[in-house]
Structures are given as C-alpha cells and as structure tokens.
T-cell receptor
Framework: GAGVSQSPSNKVTEKGKDVELRCDPI?????LYWYRQSLGQGLEFLIY????????KSGLPSDRFSAERTGGSVSTLTIQRTQQEDSAVYLC?????????????FGPGTRLTVL | DQQVKQNSPSLSVQEGRISILNCDYT??????FLWYKKYPAEGPTFLIS?????DKNEDGRFTVFLNKSAKHLSLHIVPSQPGDSAVYFC????????????FGQGTRLTINP
C-alpha cells in the first residue's frame, strides 16, 4: 500500500509569508506526528495527533506554528510569518495505534527555504 | 540540551567489514531505543529497536547493544554492504510520552567497495 506522502516536496518562500505543508498518512493509522530537521541537526519533535484526543503540541517552537488534522486523516502544518530560522526539512510520520511503541513510518519530507 | 548524541558525524567502512555506530543519551527516563536509516530525499525508515530490559537485540546483519549504566547504545552491521551507505539516526523515548521520539544528529555511513 501507499506510504506516507507529503506535499510540496520543496517550498521556497519569502520571510514574513505564511506556508502550509500537507501530510497524508498511511490509511488506517490513527497516530500522526510532525518533526523537523534543521541543517546538521537531528529530527525535532513538533506535534502529534492520536485518534480523537487533543493533540500534544509541546514541541511547537512558537505560536507561529499550528497544525490540524481533518477527519482523522490528512494533516496540515501551518507556519505564519515565516522566519529564516524556520528553514528546515519538515517530516511527517504515522503509526497504527496511539500509545505503545508502534513503528512510526515517515514521509519524504518537505524542504522549506525561507529567503 | 541534546538528550541523544551521536558524536561521529561520519564513518567510512570497507565492504564486508563491521560497521559500529555509537549513540549516547543523558535522560535516565528513556526506556526504549531505536535506530532509523535515511537515504537522500527519503524519510527515515525503522531499522531495529531495543527495550531497556534487554542489553542486545539482533535482526539479521544488524545488532543493537544497550549499556544502561553508561547510557550508551551501539548499532553493529556485519558484514557491511554498499547498500548500507546512508545516514543513521539513533532515537529514544520514555514511558511517559512514549510517542515522542528524541533523535540524535545522525551519522553518515559510507561503505567502500
């Protein structure tokens, strides 16, 4: 079956503009995660959604970042008033269950460049 | 503060020999550890994991060792193959908030023919 897909694969934007990044998780997966990888760094947790529960937003770096998950499937990560330090690869992952230690399957990422 | 550290940004190994990738962690609450492999322009893919109740887990050519007293884990690949050339990330999670993986910076492994 299809894996996790993300769009766009690349996004170049000007400082101050808003951007939306999309994630389509694996069908049937109830948990969805967003991470980002800045240059030379490991993946940094941003937010996760599990079923119908309130999302864990503890990793979001500022209130310019928000995410939603519609219908328990597709998720959108929005960054408002982008800054140059937001430049990174944004990765989405999904897993079958929430809780436990289920394997997280990652998408290919969206490379965001803020000029 | 970097809770999971991979101090070697790169490693070069001859084909057929053993590759050893190292990872250190500082948070004593971590009880589950994973290794992910990443090719360029692709997302990381799960390789192998280990629970803190074990000190070794083996899957084919891949073995992960955990030394809890030293807060250190390592991934052994033997024999190394050219297709193993990739970036390897170590990750950890705690029982509380188990869904949140904390990743190291990654080690780029190159297998030379």
């Amino acid at each position: 079956g299809a894996g996790v897909s993300q769009s766009p694969s690349n996004k170049v934007t000007e400082k101050g503009k808003d951007v939306e990044l999309r994630c389509d998780p694996i069908s049937g997966h109830t948990a969805l995660y967003w991470y980002r990888q800045s240059l030379g760094q490991g993946l940094e947790f941003l937010i996760y959604f599990q079923g119908n529960s309130a999302p864990d937003k503890s990793g979001l770096p500022s209130d310019r970042f928000s995410a939603e998950r519609t219908g328990g499937s597709v998720s959108t990560l929005t960054i408002q008033r982008t800054q140059q330090e937001d430049s990174a690869v944004y990765l989405c992952a999904s897993s079958f269950r929430f809780g436990g230690r289920d394997e997280q399957f990652f998408g290919p990422g969206t490379r965001l460049t803020v000029l | 503060d970097q809770q999971v550290k991979q101090n070697s940004p790169s490693l070069s190994v001859q084909e057929g020999r053993i590759s050893i990738l190292n990872c250190d962690y500082t948070n004593s609450m971590f009880d589950y550890f994973l290794w992910y492999k990443k090719y360029p322009a692709e997302g990381p893919t799960f390789l192998i994991s280990i629970s803190s109740i074990k000190d070794k887990n083996e899957d084919g050519r891949f073995t992960v060792f955990l030394n809890k007293s030293a807060k250190h884990l390592s991934l052994h690949i033997v024999p190394s193959q050219p297709g193993d050339s990739a970036v390897y990330f170590c990750a950890a999670s705690a029982r509380e908030g188990a869904q949140k993986l904390v990743f190291g910076q990654g080690t780029r492994l190159t297998i030379n023919p």
